[in-house]
């Protein structure tokens, strides 16, 4: 039929009289997509999970003047509190799964303790997990591990440098403690203690391979055992360095300054001067526990600092089958 002006005419004038429908505003979603993030490391899959994340007031924690961390932050868009991620890593070596480091769980409020959640939508369940790496004992890398002190990885084998097992999960430490950091020590006790009751926590001392392309390096300072993990596969290389860093929009270009949670402050620094120089160097994939999630990418040397280049995303193609 001919769309003659007449029709054109008839059309406008139904709209015009049509009565008019309201439609409410769709009300706000209020949820992200489910915390993970996968990438390949050549036969190793390697999936980031998020714990969630937490506000943090750095620019009391961070050592330097008040006033330059929140222009530091400033200049990256953000603010004071800082919500900071708290990241963990899933790896399947085709071997083992092994999950480096557990979230919070319970000791860290209601915007953390996600990281059980993250790895069922990635795919995957806990009873299937392994092995446990764990850079060092803080609650919020080990909180994960027990709910009212049950085991959550029930076949799990807890991996940790001896000399931050000794430290925190030490009643005499405990008890000689200031009031305000009791609940460090308090939560790895609660968290390690049903692994050590079932013989799954089995400490390591040093530098160690601890699984064919995975190898476990000292990085003291942060803790008196902080450790980094690096996962080899097909010439490619992963390195997840735990706590060497909290805030990039500060300590990437000036990787001095230091944080008020570092035991050894001093150690810290120079461990993170050791093992940044080296990754931006070689060019290896770096996981961070707090950077913003999925905390995956590459430093790259920057004046007598570096920049932080985030993973690109991908769709994980695999290869065509023989």
Request: glycine letters at 10%.
């Amino acid at each position: 039929m001919k769309f003659t002006p007449i029709f054109a005419a008839l059309a406008l004038a139904a709209a015009i009289t049509a009565p008019t429908v309201a439609v409410a505003a769709a009300p706000l979603a209020g949820t992200n997509a489910p915390g993970f993030h996968r990438v390949m490391l050549g036969e190793f899959e390697v999936t980031a999970v998020s714990d969630g994340t937490v506000d943090l007031p750095f620019d009391k924690l961070l050592h330097q003047p008040a006033d330059a961390t929140r222009k530091a932050l400033a200049r990256n868009y953000q603010s004071v509190p800082t919500e900071a991620s708290v990241n963990a890593f899933l790896v399947n070596t085709g071997g083992k799964l092994i999950l480096v480091d557990t979230g919070a769980g319970g000791l860290f409020g209601p915007t953390l303790g996600k990281l059980v959640a993250n790895i069922k939508a990635s795919g995957y369940q806990p009873e299937q997990i392994d092995e446990i790496y764990l850079t060092h004992l803080h609650p919020d890398h080990v909180g994960g591990l027990a709910t009212d002190s049950k085991i959550v990885f029930p076949n799990a084998i807890i991996r940790a440098d001896q000399r931050d097992t000794d430290f925190w999960l030490s009643q005499a430490n405990l008890d000689k403690a200031p009031a305000d950091n009791k609940g460090f020590f308090q939560g790895a006790i609660a968290s390690l203690s049903p692994y050590a009751a079932a013989q799954h926590l089995k400490p390591f001392s040093g530098d160690t391979e601890l699984a064919p392309g995975v190898r476990a390096t000292s990085s003291y300072g942060h803790t008196p055992g902080h450790t980094i993990y690096t996962f080899e596969s097909k010439g490619q290389k992963l390195v997840l360095v735990g706590d060497l860093i909290h805030v990039a929009a500060v300590q990437l270009q000036h990787p001095g300054v230091t944080i008020g949670f570092d035991s050894d402050a001093k150690a810290a620094a120079a461990s993170r001067a050791r093992v940044f120089q080296a990754l931006a160097k070689e060019g290896a994939l770096v996981g961070a526990a707090h950077l913003s999630f999925p905390g995956l990418g590459h430093l790259r040397v920057d004046g007598k600092g570096y920049d932080w280049l985030p993973v690109a995303y991908s769709q994980l193609r695999q290869p065509a089958a023989k």
